[in-house]
């Protein structure tokens, strides 16, 4: 089957830096949108950076000019780096992706396991 795992969370002051990694696994013939949602304690997840094959971007206003998301198709991976971090960006962080298993299958959403980002003031 597909499994995505992170990696990169942890423990970082305000205004540090950290990235995060995703890697897709399995059996798996195309990948399209990749993308980053994060959920903080009592709040919903939200979607906070996207990227589609072609490269194409998007991001929520709320990190924008701060988080910078990229993908190696060839690897199958995901990145996000996160830079001048602030305590509200403490919350899990998933990576999705919608990938194809056969030519023949339509597109299905996964979702790694989480990885905890913490900022302290």
């Known amino acids: 089957q597909v499994q995505l795992v992170e990696s990169g969370g942890g423990l970082v002051q305000a205004g540090g830096s950290l990235r995060l990694s995703c890697v897709a696994s399995g059996r798996i013939f195309s990948i399209n949108r990749m993308g980053w949602y994060r959920q903080a304690p009592g709040k919903q997840r939200e979607s906070i950076a996207g990227?589609?094959?072609?490269?194409?971007?998007t991001y929520v206003d709320s990190v924008k000019g701060r988080f910078t998301i990229s993908r190696d198709n060839a690897k199958n991976t995901v990145s996000l780096q996160m830079n001048t971090l602030k305590p509200e960006d403490t919350a899990v962080y998933y990576c999705?992706?919608?990938?194809?298993?056969?030519?023949?299958?339509?597109?299905?959403?996964?979702w790694g396991q989480g990885t905890q980002v913490v900022v302290s003031s």
């Open positions: 999705n992706a919608a990938i194809q298993q056969y030519a023949w299958q339509r597109f299905s959403d996964y």
């Open positions: 990227i589609a094959r072609d490269g194409t971007t």
